[in-house]
């Protein structure tokens, strides 16, 4: 096992410091200083080597240190009179989240496809020497900044902290890839690409972190018992690791030479199974389009089409976050202290959901979908930039953009109201439709925003390549916009007639752009 884990090391080196000649050889002013004899330099291999290895180990000391500054910064600033408690409760479940997502076992990489296929290394002593290597580095840099954190920065008392944290980690990392290698036998895929299940976990566990802001912390004791648990798990876990003995056909059924060796090609792959169509999607029921015609034919046919990807995200969101508003309207229930809290958020601070719709808004993937199935074919005809025509498709477009994106709207839009009414605190009417009002606005807005800045920026080429820096400067703009209004305390009164106010003024403005503007910018780049 010693011998491969050098081997690797030996072949990651080489491909590492080869790489980065060639990167050097394409710049212009090196080109005509490096040939092909600068590869037979062993000198100049051993320098870059260095620095290689110099690098990559501050990039692991640096993302190391930033993972627990995270954790410190958000029990400091969030929770700064319960901070140790926060933090230990905080890191608990970040670190489950760990055992789901950060399983490297069957993950492919061009090292790997080095070692296993090409040099034709013995797969289950190259994967067993992985498995100690991985866990012998993670759990030393773990001890190292759990000990700066938690000892040095919350004052724990002892260093008995520091060692259930990192034990925690360990046996949980063993647990994770085990479970992670039984899911592939079983189902024949890796478990984190089925989508709604990965999500679905991510985001309730996430949510999870945040329970101090309603008192709830995982008692350190409860820690211990779970550690002592996941202790006694492992163990039969790392055996079974260890007696796997067809690791080299789990690999090569995962990794195909394209995917591996050229890592462009894998992101058009996944681009296009983003908005590809399935067989049956494409057949479509006579009866819903025998009364339509012209462009509301059309576009009737692209949505009914591609009704699978537009609601696909969209309903999970849905289902997230109806999950999330039982969860809390639990809780007041359950512990009427919390009512208040919560109550005041969604009157005074209703604002913060302005951050939360951009994430949830779905305009993205459906522009990236009208472009890639429809629009990158029809954009070769001129009368489909003509004025009239765009303008007459945005709005038919537009109507089903903002359907799609009011499902998970209408779900918060409707626990909101729940939750205010749970809270006992007599909200009138006026503050139920308006608060309501205000995430549907939000919804529309966001809607209308995508698909006029497609219209008005067409970022992409046939390659569904993002080649517009305007376009990324304007959604980076319109994040940082939202992250900061989204500090607002105004109440929810006020932010709807706000909000509905400005999108009425938006839609309008974005009409009148579309009709002047993209005829011009509506192209093929």
Not at 49 to 60: E, K, M, P, W
Not at 76 to 96: A, G, Q
Request: glycine share 2%; proline share 2%; net charge positive.
């Amino acid at each position: 096992m010693i011998n491969a884990l050098l081997k690797t090391l030996e072949i990651d080196i080489a491909y590492s410091v080869n790489s980065f000649i060639y990167m050097l050889s394409k710049l212009p002013i090196l080109n005509d200083l490096i040939t092909n004899d600068i590869y037979k330099s062993k000198v100049l291999k051993k320098i870059v080597g260095f620095f290689g290895i110099a690098f990559s180990l501050a990039r692991v000391l640096f993302l190391k240190f930033m993972y627990f500054f995270v954790i410190f910064y958000l029990s400091y600033h969030l929770f700064p009179s319960s901070m140790v408690k926060s933090f230990f409760h905080i890191y608990f479940f970040l670190t489950i989240i760990g055992m789901f997502i950060n399983n490297k076992l069957l993950n492919t990489s061009k090292k790997k496809y080095f070692s296993i296929v090409l040099f034709n290394m013995d797969a289950t002593n190259f994967f067993r020497s992985n498995i100690l290597w991985n866990l012998a580095t993670s759990t030393l840099l773990n001890f190292i900044f759990i000990y700066i954190f938690v000892d040095k920065l919350l004052l724990s008392p002892t260093i008995f902290y520091c060692l259930l944290l990192v034990v925690f980690t360990l046996s949980v990392r063993i647990l994770g890839e085990s479970l992670n290698i039984l899911f592939f036998k079983k189902y024949n895929y890796i478990w984190y690409t089925n989508t709604g299940l990965y999500f679905t976990i991510l985001l309730v566990l996430l949510a999870c972190c945040f329970l101090p802001y309603l008192n709830i912390f995982i008692p350190i004791k409860i820690i211990e018992i779970i550690t002592i648990i996941f202790i006694v798990i492992s163990i039969p876990a790392l055996i079974y690791l260890f007696k796997i003995k067809d690791y080299k056909l789990m690999y090569k059924s995962l990794s195909q030479m394209t995917n591996v060796m050229d890592s462009k090609h894998e992101k058009d792959y996944l681009k296009q199974a983003m908005v590809n169509v399935s067989e049956k999607d494409k057949k479509t029921d006579l009866k819903l389009i025998e009364k339509k015609q012209g462009y509301d034919l059309f576009n009737t046919i692209f949505f009914k089409r591609h009704k699978e990807i537009l609601l696909r995200s969209a309903k999970k969101y849905a289902f997230i976050l109806l999950v999330i508003y039982v969860v809390l309207g639990y809780l007041m229930i359950r512990y009427s202290n919390y009512n208040n809290s919560i109550a005041e958020l969604l009157h005074f601070k209703l604002a913060i959901f302005i951050i939360i719709m951009f994430f949830i808004n779905r305009g993205a993937i459906i522009t990236q979908a009208m472009f890639f199935n429809c629009d990158h074919a029809m954009l070769r005809y001129n009368f489909y930039r003509e004025p009239k025509i765009i303008l007459e498709l945005f709005k038919k477009r537009l109507i089903t953009v903002i359907k799609v994106n009011l499902i998970p709207a209408v779900v918060i839009g409707i626990g909101n109201i729940t939750l205010l009414l749970i809270s006992n605190n007599n909200y009138s009417y006026l503050t139920l439709v308006t608060t309501f009002l205000f995430i549907i606005s939000l919804s529309v807005f966001f809607s209308v925003h995508y698909l006029v800045i497609y219209y008005l920026l067409q970022p992409f080429n046939k390659e569904m390549e993002v080649k517009k820096a305007s376009y990324s400067f304007v959604t980076l703009g319109t994040s940082i916009i939202s992250y900061l209004l989204a500090h607002l305390v105004l109440t929810s009164e006020i932010l709807s007639i706000l909000g509905i106010a400005f999108v009425v003024i938006y839609i309008i403005i974005a009409l009148l752009l579309v009709y002047k503007i993209s005829p011009r910018t509506f192209k093929l780049n």
